[in-house]
C-alpha cells in the first residue's frame, strides 16, 4: 500500500499486569520487574485448577470507572474504556478539532466477554432464567469494548473488532494504520483487550499443555527462549495507541511517539493452534511490513517478538525471523516481554505494540526476564537489561502470532 499520508502515534493508554497506566507499566518492564501473582479467589481450589497464578491487570481497576459502568461492562470492557480513555488524553486532542465521522475505532479481543457468558450460565443453572441479566448479551459480546469505546468518544467513522486470536490486536493496529494512510479517518483509537482469567479457559488451556505449571515461583515462570520454558502465562490488560496523519498531528502541536511505517497480515493454512514449524507465512508477514514500510530488512534495529514461552512456538518465531533477516539477525535486539506481562491473548499485540513505540521513543530495548541458559537452537541477541538503541532513525517491528495460523506484524520508525 502506498500513500502520501504519514501515519504517527500521538497517544499511549495501558492497564497491564504491570501496572495501572501507561507509564506504569513501561517503567515496571524497564525496571525488570514481574507482573504475575498467585490467583487468589477460591475456584483455582474447589474446580483443583493445575495452574494457580496469572498475569492480574484487572486488580488495578480502582476509581477510574463510574459504577454504572463497572456493573454494564464486561472486565474486557472496562479495561479497554481505562486504556483508550488514557491514550486519549495523552494525545491531547480537542474532542472540538476531530470531525466524528472522521474518528473511527478499530479494537480487537480474541475471546470477548468470556466472563459474562460463563457468569451468566452458572445464574441460569443456579437460579432460573429471571436472576439472568438483561445486559447479559451486550456485555458479552465481542464488539462490546469497541463499541463502549465508540460511544465514549463519539466516534462515527467506524468502529471495528478484530478477532484473530494472539493476533488480534496487532491486526486491529495494522487496519488502523490503513485507515489514517488510506485517507478514510483522521483518528483512530486501535489496541485490544483480552480478559478471561476464569477457571473454563485456564482449565481449557492447561489441558491443552500451553501453560507454565511453575505454581512455586510464578515471576519465574513466564520464560521465553529459556532452555526450561515450558508454556505461556494467562494475563489480563489492555492497551491503546492513537493514530493519526503526521499534518493533523503537527498542526495542533502534538507529541509524535514514532511513525507506523507499515503493517503484514498473514496466514499459514496449517494447524489449528500449532504454528507453521517453518515459519515460512509468519516471514512473509514480516517482509510485507518492510515493504510497506519502504525498508530493507537491514533496517531493522528491535524487534518486539511474539515469544510466548512455549517450546514450539519460540522455536518457529526464531526460524521465521532468520528466514526473514538471515545474518542480519545477529544485529538485531530481541524483547521478549511476555516474559514479565504473561500473555494477554488478544491483548498482547496493543501492550506489545506500546512497547515499541516506547523503545524508539526512548532509544531502549525493554529487557527479556527469566532467560537463565538461552536455547542454542534459538541463536539471536536477546535483551536481558535494558539496552540502549542507538541514534539516527530506527525502524522496529512487533510481531503477532495466534491460534488458527494467523500472523500479524506492525513495523514502527523513529520520529
Not at 495494522?174 to 485507515?179: G, I, N, P
Not at 503493517?263 to 516471514?283: L, R
Not at 514461552?309 to 521478549?336: C, Q
Request: charged share 20%; glycine share 8%; aromatic share 6%.
Amino acid at each position: 500500500m502506498t500513500s502520501n499520508r504519514t501515519v504517527v502515534v500521538t497517544g499511549v493508554g495501558a492497564i497491564s499486569p504491570l501496572g495501572a497506566t501507561a507509564p506504569a507499566s513501561w517503567q515496571a518492564l524497564l525496571a525488570g520487574e514481574s507482573g504475575i501473582t498467585p490467583i487468589e479467589a477460591d475456584w483455582v481450589e474447589r474446580y483443583e485448577i493445575p495452574v494457580h497464578f496469572a498475569g492480574q491487570a484487572r486488580r488495578f481497576i480502582t476509581d477510574q470507572l463510574t459504577r454504572p459502568e463497572m456493573k454494564r461492562l464486561d472486565p474486557s470492557s472496562q479495561l479497554a474504556l481505562i486504556a483508550a480513555r488514557e491514550a486519549w488524553a495523552d494525545a491531547g486532542i480537542d474532542d472540538a478539532t476531530v470531525d466524528p465521522e472522521r474518528l473511527v475505532v478499530d479494537w480487537a479481543t480474541g475471546i470477548g466477554g468470556v466472563n459474562t457468558l460463563l457468569d451468566g450460565w452458572d445464574t441460569l443453572r443456579e437460579k432460573g432464567p429471571r436472576r439472568v441479566l438483561p445486559m447479559t448479551v451486550p456485555m458479552l459480546m465481542a464488539n462490546g469494548p469497541a463499541a463502549a469505546i465508540e460511544m465514549d468518544f463519539g466516534a462515527r467513522g467506524g468502529a471495528r473488532t478484530y478477532l484473530s486470536a494472539c493476533a488480534s490486536s496487532t491486526e486491529s493496529l495494522a487496519e488502523a494504520y490503513r485507515h489514517v494512510a488510506s485517507g478514510d479517518a483522521d483518528v483512530v483509537i486501535a489496541g485490544g483487550t483480552e480478559a478471561a482469567l476464569h477457571p473454563m479457559p485456564l482449565a481449557s488451556f492447561a489441558a491443552m499443555q500451553a501453560l507454565s505449571r511453575r505454581n512455586d515461583s510464578p515471576q519465574t515462570a513466564s520464560r521465553p527462549y529459556d532452555v526450561t520454558r515450558d508454556g505461556f502465562v494467562l494475563a489480563d490488560g489492555a492497551a491503546a495507541l492513537i493514530l493519526e496523519t503526521r499534518e493533523h498531528a503537527e498542526a495542533r502541536g502534538a507529541t509524535i511517539y514514532a511513525e507506523v511505517a507499515g503493517a503484514g497480515i498473514t496466514s499459514d493454512a496449517f494447524h489449528i493452534t500449532a504454528p507453521d514449524p517453518e515459519g515460512s507465512a509468519a516471514a512473509r508477514a514480516v517482509i510485507q511490513a518492510l515493504e510497506h514500510a519502504g525498508a530493507a530488512r537491514e533496517d531493522v534495529v528491535h524487534v518486539n517478538a511474539h515469544a510466548t514461552s512455549t517450546p514450539v512456538g519460540d522455536i518457529a518465531e526464531y526460524k521465521a525471523m532468520r528466514r526473514v533477516f538471515g545474518d542480519h539477525l545477529d544485529n538485531v535486539v530481541v524483547s521478549a516481554t511476555k516474559a514479565s506481562t504473561g500473555h494477554l491473548l488478544g491483548g498482547a499485540g496493543a501492550i506489545e505494540a506500546f512497547f515499541t513505540v516506547m523503545a524508539l521513543h526512548e532509544r531502549v530495548a525493554p529487557p527479556t526476564i527469566n532467560l537463565a541458559e538461552q536455547d542454542p537452537e534459538i541463536v539471536m541477541d536477546v535483551a536481558t537489561a535494558p539496552r540502549p538503541l542507538p541514534s539516527g532513525d530506527l525502524l522496529a517491528v512487533s510481531n503477532s502470532f495466534g491460534f488458527g495460523g494467523h500472523n500479524a506484524v506492525v513495523a514502527f520508525r523513529t520520529a
